[in-house]
């Protein structure tokens, strides 16, 4: 079998035990084949030249880890601008946070040409290539600009938004041509391989020549939606782990009268924790029988910080928290417990099983595993509500969630009201449909048929 590379922006080590599913997943191809794991080592040097990076390369069992460092100004310019302050908004749907400063893109290019550059010399000629995120989008293009022929997908993890927003980013165009240069672009969602499909038609003068290939700019690509899933075996087991367990007794002991409602998110704009808090308040003023009962706890991890909308976001979330314990709260009750760290992976899972309601309302996601992850966690006998946001990815799959539109305060308070009363027997059936589907389609199963179709793409470039 031929030895798969995988590059991404952040890569995690699949021997260290904080490692989520996805890194687990890929972990498990990569000792297969003997692979190699490629993308940028975390560290910043501030006074380094741009386009420039010291190469690591270490050996982990059969996995080899190959990172580079990168310079404050490519740091700058490539992750924090034109990733997280053009890319991420956009595709967020969020053209008004999107900072189109004419700087950025140089250092986006630059950094890819690096990637490209230092990844080049490590390939072998029958390697399969896989590219994570938006990134990373224009890497195929300039691995293939240096010679590499070898077959290379993509996946991204982001939405793709609609064309009419995605052409909103100044070069739009180069992106999506640059999309070309891939033998197959996986999509999260069947409305993001649409989105993709109107751009092709509208914005490229493009043919959707069906079957999944699409023509444009003198060259075709194939591109599908592979819903990523969790390990959901390894998150049971990790319910039944010894801390899972604490975490689960400690809230049961502590909520023992009380009802539990959970976030847990990192802190981004995307995730619509403020509009969430809203909801929660509204079910207070509309239900008092919910007050000195129910409680949100809400963990909201620190992420990209040094962008500028994601300082809004904590100051506009803390002060909409303070509000409401203030207005609400009683001495021995605080509607809303706001955490603003890193909760243990190993604990999560007792936290979402001791949660009625989990709260997965974001304003657009590409998937959302915490939904995924809130589901596997549940006592079968006695399971707890998903409340999921219609524009989360995962709302394609999860059907017997209670959808609603986070927009809509009112809306989303009476759900949440709904869940809080859904009798047992309803929410067994729920959760039983729920899981044979996270079962169904897990990230085994999305790394599998992404690679065996990968594998089989003929080149039809
Ligand atoms: C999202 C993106 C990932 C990214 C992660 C954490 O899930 O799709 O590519 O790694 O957020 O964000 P960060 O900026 O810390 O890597």
Redesign the pocket.
Known sequence: MSRLVVI???IADPRKPAAGGLAVALGESLQQTGGLWFGWSGNIVEEAPTGEGELRVQQAGKTTLATIDLGREDHDSYYLGYS?DVLWPVFHDRLDLANFDAGFISGYRRVNQLFARKLLPLLKPDDIIWV??Y?LIPLAAELRGMGCRQRIGFFL??PLPPHIIMAAIPQHEWLMRSLFAYDLIGFQTHQDVQHFEQYVRNEANGEVKGQGLYRAYGQTVRCRAFPIGIDVDEFAALTHAKESREMFETMRREYSSRRLLLGID?LDYSKGIPNRVRSFRELLANYPENRRSATLIQIASP??ETVDAYADIRRELESLCGAINGDYGELDWMPVRYIHRMVARKRVPGLCRAAAVGLVTPLRD?MNLVAKEYIAAQDPADPGVLVLSRFAGAAEQLKEALLVNPYDTHGTAETVQQALQMPLEERRERHQMLLSRIRAEDVHWWRRTFLDALRAAESVR
């Open positions: 991404s922006n952040r997280n994570h995120d990134h993890h982001i990192r992420t990209r590409g």
